[in-house]
């Protein structure tokens, strides 16, 4: 075949497209995992691990810029809105930090396993990172 400047030109554009089309998904990503919030006993009480909901979390980034967003049933107003968030990866994990907006709100952030396994909702206490030791699912939603 002989590449004349028409051919080269149709060849570009062809190859344009595709790698338009194969990158385009890489510009806005969007990942969803199972997640359970627990309620309270009655008004004012304690969270209690048998009373729960299993809702989800989304993330979603597009131009380098990532968003959080929790449907779980009703939610303390500390989670329940779609917030801007940071995000690690690692080969192993992605952690997700929300931004807390509100006054008062504690800082926390999600751990999740790459493998599909689940992984941990983590608080900020005494200037580190502790694990809340409740299982809040993190698994991908299917």
């Given at each position: 075949m002989k590449h004349t400047p028409l051919n080269r030109a149709a060849l570009l554009a062809l190859s344009t497209l595709f790698a338009a089309a194969v990158l385009a998904p890489l510009s806005a990503q969007a990942q969803t995992w199972e997640?359970?919030?627990y309620k309270k006993k009655g008004l004012g009480g304690q969270y209690d691990k048998e009373n729960f909901v299993v809702g989800t979390i989304k993330l979603e980034e597009k131009d380098g810029k990532a968003t959080f967003f929790t449907n779980a049933?009703?939610?303390d107003a500390c989670r329940r809105a779609e917030v801007p968030a940071q995000v690690t990866r690692t080969d192993a994990e992605i952690t997700i930090e929300p931004e807390v907006s509100l006054a008062g709100c504690e800082k926390?952030?999600?751990?999740i396993r790459n493998d599909g396994s689940g992984g941990r909702r983590e608080v900020w206490r005494n200037?580190?990172?502790?694990?809340?030791k409740?299982?809040?699912?993190l698994?991908?939603?299917k």
């Open positions: 997640y359970k919030s049933g009703v939610m926390w952030r999600l751990v200037e580190k990172w502790v694990d809340s409740w299982d809040h699912g698994t991908p939603k």
